[in-house]
């Protein structure tokens, strides 16, 4: 379950990014930005629910509740750590990679226009 909200999560950051980018024509850190800020409300939402649903089990007061808590307590560790790694990684990661993908694109558009410039001179001439 833990590792279902840690995947979860970053995919529909990551999602709601790349539609940000189709709007937004190519500008990755505006789109990481307003993805960042539109789905922090819903990222902490789901794990803060898992986190406080995992904390009685983590306490274990219950019979047998020493063995059952490291796995609980790495369970919150893990949402805690999955949940600040989706608000601050994944944006700057998508940021950083698309910035890269279209900084490519236009230079590789930019030399394609170059070149029929440079064609267009030569018939001209």
Do not use: Y
Not at 4 to 9: E, L, P, Q, R, S
Not at 62 to 72: A, C, F, S, T
Not at 90 to 102: C, D, K, M, N, Q
């Amino acid at each position: 379950m833990c590792m279902g909200v840690a995947t979860a999560n970053p995919i529909l950051v990551v999602s709601f990014a790349r539609e940000q980018l189709e709007i937004l024509v190519g500008d990755a850190r505006n789109a990481a930005l307003n993805a960042g800020f539109v789905r922090l409300r819903p990222v902490l939402m789901t794990a803060l629910a898992m986190i406080i649903g995992m904390v009685p089990m983590a306490l274990g007061l219950g019979d047998g509740g020493e063995q059952k808590r490291p796995p609980r307590r790495a369970v919150i560790g893990g949402l805690l750590l999955a949940t600040v790694a989706t608000l601050f990684f994944v944006p700057a990661f998508f940021s950083l990679i698309h910035g890269r993908i279209e900084s490519r694109r236009r230079d590789a558009h930019g030399i394609a226009r170059a070149a029929a410039f440079d064609e267009f001179d030569e018939i001209s001439e």
